[in-house]
C-alpha cells in the first residue's frame, strides 16, 4: 500500500485490497507510512476506535456504501468499504 500526499489539500490518501489485508491494520499501516515510523511504534488503534469493530463495518457491502470517520493521533481518519483511507490533520476541535 502506498499513502499519497495532496501539499494543496493537506490530504494523504491511501488505497487497498480488503481481500488482503483488515481495514484496521490498512489504518495503522498508513498513519505509520505518513508519520515515517514502524507501525509497533504508533499508540494502539483500539485507544481510539474498536478495531473489530470496524473490520466488520467496512466489509464488502454491495447494498450500501460506508464510510467510517474517527480521530486517531493527531489526525480525522476517513475509511470506506471500497479500500479508500483519507486522513487529514486534526484541527483544534
Known amino acids: ?5 495532496d501539499p494543496v489539500t493537506d ?3 491511501a488505497q487497498f ?9 490498512a489504518v495503522i499501516e498508513a ?3 505518513v508519520r515515517d515510523v514502524e507501525p ?18 467496512c466489509a464488502d ?9 474517527f480521530a486517531y493521533l493527531e489526525y480525522r481518519v ?3 468499504d471500497s479500500g479508500v483511507i483519507t486522513i487529514r490533520p486534526r484541527r483544534d476541535e
Open 40 to 57: 509497533i511504534r504508533l499508540d494502539p488503534l483500539y485507544e481510539f476506535v474498536d478495531p473489530e469493530a470496524l473490520d466488520r463495518i
Open 78 to 80: 476517513a475509511i470506506t
Open 31 to 33: 498513519i505509520a507510512d
Open 11 to 13: 490530504v494523504f490518501e
Open 61 to 69: 457491502r454491495s447494498d450500501a456504501d460506508c464510510t467510517v470517520t
Open 17 to 25: 485490497d480488503r481481500a488482503a489485508i483488515d481495514p484496521s491494520e
Open 1 to 5: 500500500m502506498s499513502v499519497v500526499y
